[in-house]
């Protein structure tokens, strides 16, 4: 026994003993890779987090990026990292960044490449940037944003509660979701205005390729069918006068379903919504006031999901998992494009706000 | 015995006890009795008493009528005169505090003990807020008196043994006939019957010899210097081993959570002190396996530090020449010799060393880059969180274990950390306390003990013995609901 467990002591030292073990002060923290395609070479850039002690160089910036380029992905990673005397640690990305180009067309080896690496975490934020290269967002420092990496992650988050225009998937799901066959992807985009980075709509996805752009509002219906709004905003017209407008906004979790039967699809949203703002001249008093200010919200409702749908079905991009909810049912595969679509919207005003008398 | 006898014996005693320049012989001469001899040590009787109850009252048998229907026994007053049959047990007497009567015809000894008694004074070691404030003393009688001023039952028995070849320590075994396992007290007696050494000098001595056969740094035999605790461990059904000479007493079985949750919790109200509890317990594995979370986290695993946290880790880390394993063994090293200085060092020079420790580990370790300020953070923590453990043994224990965790999480990370808890588990749960299991009440589990020990309940609802120490009366009071 003694001899079997200093044996076992001797193995455990001198084989298998701090193969990985790495100083905290050899890594290259990187928090964010933006990724662009020209002339034939993939451009990889790396934002570092600068570890140097502030008491040392208070000046110092957060972050430092390094270049690199490559006819392959793994050749523009390592000259990436030629600029650097660390090595490169991407188990804290925050962020990858890809051009429009790389996400139309080089995703696959993106995303090869990386599942190839055991140190890359699944749970960065996957932007695609628009009307600009990958580069240019990476190296859009300014003072409130010192590190654009997790400036983005954090406008992904906090979009779900703001404008609900971004994707509410990091990377491992965007993965997934290629992977399936019965569903496709979408991703969030990034733009530059007036020099400041901002969230843009979200991109959607046939397989690997990047297809298009939804428009904004396309974007937040498409989040509010996809179940993952918290809050969204309703601009409808008055039900008395087509020029002035009221505003809802959702007032408990929305909640969506589709359902199919006989190669019908039906798509369900349901919200509860509050007034914000009023411009409408009508007595709050009347039920019917509301009733009529419902039926806006939900024709408004439909029409924004039959155009999301169209979208959908016109760049072939199954993003509302349609192929795969039919093959639950089923257990069949089908053209999602060939199904026959119906909007089913319900909305309801359970907070009215202030009421006051309206002088006819 | 006859006069012959009575020289000889004399004769062996001054033998014996040459160069010892505290032993007396008085010899006085009587009408009745022909020469007596009365032989003391004088370094442990007390003078007083030998003049008055002993020297005054042969010296003035001369004067008495009628005296020969008497013996000395009668004549001289003590509460304490054993007839001693062995010349042989002379010795233990007269070392004992007795004062030896040699006639020609018996061998008298009267309890004489010299006063050389500390008195009753606070407990040093094992302070409490709340509770009674008296400690043993070295007195065997007093400690005695102390336990049965709180106890006053005739069920509480006790076993005289007398220890040691050259010590001949007084050790008395006590237990409670109706709640204790018998098999326990005798497990223990017999141990301590086949002990044969030169001397016993403290508990620890016994302590020690009892456990010596477990091959574990964990202390399996708590001592206590407070009344009340060995008051409460036997009312539970535990054994205590009461030594002369030692303010402090063993309490066996002891059990791991036994160290870590002392009896003077007993005294605060129990929403409070559960509290604490967890907080103890969570203490014990922070201040055992910080240091090698520490290392693995950011050696092996740094994909679990917060990003932001990271940073600054690897900010402060920036110039420390040395590896972060080393500095961290480095400091532990180095606070262990703080610590064993500071326990060494006369009270008055303590703070001096504190307050130079800090400065040197502190300031100017940091200011000259030898250590990273987050490793002083790591370490501070630590020792601080060691602290809440009275037991030093329990200390102790900790800081071999502390070890182990730093190397092996030192070389493989946070699966070094998961291989040395596996040790911990497996050697922890191996051990055991005067034939109990050591780990008792998580394994094997009992709700009963825990309510005492890891979680306490209302002292009111605490009705039953654990059934691991006590086979009889197991309910030992009526419940609130009752």
């Known amino acids: 026994m003694k001899k079997f467990i200093l044996l076992s002591v001797v193995i455990l030292l001198l084989t298998c003993g701090c193969y990985d073990y790495t100083e905290l002060n050899d890594m290259a923290i990187v928090s964010g890779i933006s990724v662009d395609y020209q002339d034939d070479e993939f451009q990889v850039a790396f934002e570092i987090l600068n570890t140097v002690n502030p008491e040392d160089n208070p000046d110092a910036s957060k972050v430092y990026l390094t270049q690199g380029n490559g006819p392959s992905l793994s050749e523009a990673f390592s000259n990436c990292s030629l600029e650097i005397a660390k090595i490169p640690y991407l188990a804290h990305l925050k962020t990858l960044i890809l051009s429009e180009e790389v996400a139309k067309e080089h995703v696959e080896e993106i995303v090869d490449f990386l599942l190839r690496d055991n140190h890359?975490?699944?749970?960065?934020?996957?932007?695609?940037?628009?009307?600009?290269?990958?580069?240019?967002?990476?190296?859009?420092?300014?003072?409130?944003?010192?590190?654009?990496?997790t400036a983005v992650a954090e406008l992904i988050d906090s979009a779900l509660f703001t404008n609900n225009i971004a994707a509410s998937l990091n990377y491992e799901k965007f993965v997934v979701n290629i992977i399936d066959p019965r569903k496709d992807t979408y991703a969030s985009s990034i733009e530059i205005e007036d020099g400041v980075i901002k969230l843009g709509p979200i991109a959607i996805f046939k397989g690997y390729n990047m297809q298009t752009f939804l428009s904004e509002d396309e974007s937040a219906t498409f989040n509010l069918m996809n179940g993952d709004s918290k809050e969204i905003h309703f601009k409808v017209s008055c039900p008395n006068d087509e020029n002035a407008f009221i505003v809802l906004t959702t007032f408990n979790h929305p909640k969506s379903g589709i359902e199919i039967e006989d190669n019908t699809v039906k798509i369900k949203s349901e919200i509860e919504t509050r007034i914000v703002e009023n411009h409408c001249k009508m007595d709050f008093k009347k039920v019917e006031t509301y009733e009529g200010i419902q039926k806006k919200v939900e024709e408004k409702l439909s029409h924004d999901m039959e155009t999301v749908m169209k979208q959908s079905i016109q760049y072939e991009s199954d993003i509302l998992k349609i192929g795969q909810i039919y093959y639950q049912k089923y257990k069949q595969d089908v053209d999602f494009r060939k199904l026959k679509y119906e909007y089913d919207a319900k909305a309801i005003i359970n907070r009215n706000g202030l009421i006051f008398e309206v002088e006819e | 015995m006859v006069k012959y006898m009575q020289e000889k014996i004399l004769k062996r005693l001054q033998e014996e006890f040459e160069k010892n320049t505290d032993f007396i012989v008085k010899k006085i001469k009587t009408k009745q009795f022909k020469d007596i001899y009365v032989i003391y040590l004088e370094s442990v009787t007390g003078s007083d008493k030998v003049n008055d109850y002993i020297l005054k009252q042969l010296t003035s048998i001369n004067n008495l009528k009628g005296v020969k229907k008497y013996d000395i026994e009668s004549i001289i007053p003590g509460p304490n005169t054993v007839k001693i049959k062995e010349p042989d047990q002379i010795e233990f007497y007269l070392t004992n505090g007795f004062t030896i009567v040699l006639t020609t015809k018996e061998i008298l000894g009267f309890e004489t003990k010299a006063d050389i008694n500390r008195s009753v004074s606070v407990p040093e070691v094992q302070k409490s807020i709340y509770g009674p404030s008296d400690a043993f003393t070295e007195n065997i009688q007093i400690n005695l008196g102390l336990l049965k001023r709180r106890i006053k039952s005739s069920h509480l028995k006790s076993d005289d043994l007398t220890m040691g070849r050259k010590t001949n320590t007084k050790v008395q075994i006590l237990y409670f006939d109706d709640i204790t396992d018998m098999e326990i007290v005798k497990m223990i007696k017999k141990k301590l019957e086949s002990i044969d050494v030169d001397g016993i000098i403290d508990a620890g001595n016994i302590a020690n010899i009892l456990s010596e056969s477990q091959n574990t740094p964990f202390p399996t035999i708590?001592?206590?210097?407070?009344?009340?605790?060995?008051?409460?461990?036997?009312?539970?059904?535990?054994?205590?081993?009461?030594?002369?000479?030692?303010?402090?007493?063993?309490?066996?079985?002891s059990f791991f959570a036994d160290f870590i949750n002392p009896v003077v919790d007993n005294y605060n109200r129990n929403v409070n002190v559960n509290f604490l509890k967890v907080l103890r317990f969570f203490s014990f594995f922070i201040t055992m396996m910080l240091p090698g979370i520490y290392i693995s986290l950011v050696n092996y695993n740094m994909e679990t530090i917060p990003t932001s946290l990271l940073v600054n880790f690897a900010g402060q880390n920036d110039g420390v020449p040395f590896p972060t394993i080393i500095e961290a063994i480095v400091m532990v090293?180095?606070?262990?010799?703080?610590r064993e200085s500071d326990l060494r060092f006369p009270s008055s020079y303590g703070s001096a060393i504190s307050i130079l420790g800090a400065l040197v580990l502190g300031e100017a370790a940091v200011s000259a880059g030898i250590v990273s300020p987050i490793?002083?953070?790591?370490?501070?923590?630590?020792?601080?969180?060691?602290?809440?453990?009275?037991e030093l043994e329990v200390i102790n224990a900790i800081r071999y274990f502390r070890f182990v965790f730093l190397i092996l999480a030192a070389m493989y990370g946070l699966f070094g950390i998961a291989l040395a808890l596996i040790y911990f588990l497996i050697h922890i749960t191996s051990i055991n306390s005067a034939g109990k299991p050591y780990y008792y009440p998580i394994v094997p589990f009992d709700i009963t003990y825990i309510k005492k020990t890891l979680f306490k309940v209302k002292y009111i609802n605490d009705t039953k013995r654990s059934k691991i120490l006590a086979k009889k009366n197991q309910i030992k009071q009526r419940s609130e609901s009752a």
């Open chain 1, 120 to 149: 890359v975490r699944n749970i960065f934020y996957l932007a695609i940037a628009k009307d600009t290269s990958a580069f240019t967002i990476l190296n859009n420092t300014d003072t409130n944003n010192p590190v654009v990496s």
């Open chain 2, 375 to 390: 490793m002083i953070i790591i370490i501070a923590f630590t020792f601080i969180t060691s602290l809440i453990f009275t």
């Open chain 2, 333 to 338: 090293i180095v606070c262990e010799i703080l």
């Open chain 2, 222 to 253: 708590s001592q206590s210097e407070r009344p009340d605790t060995i008051a409460t461990a036997l009312l539970e059904g535990k054994v205590c081993i009461m030594v002369d000479t030692s303010p402090f007493v063993l309490i066996l079985p």
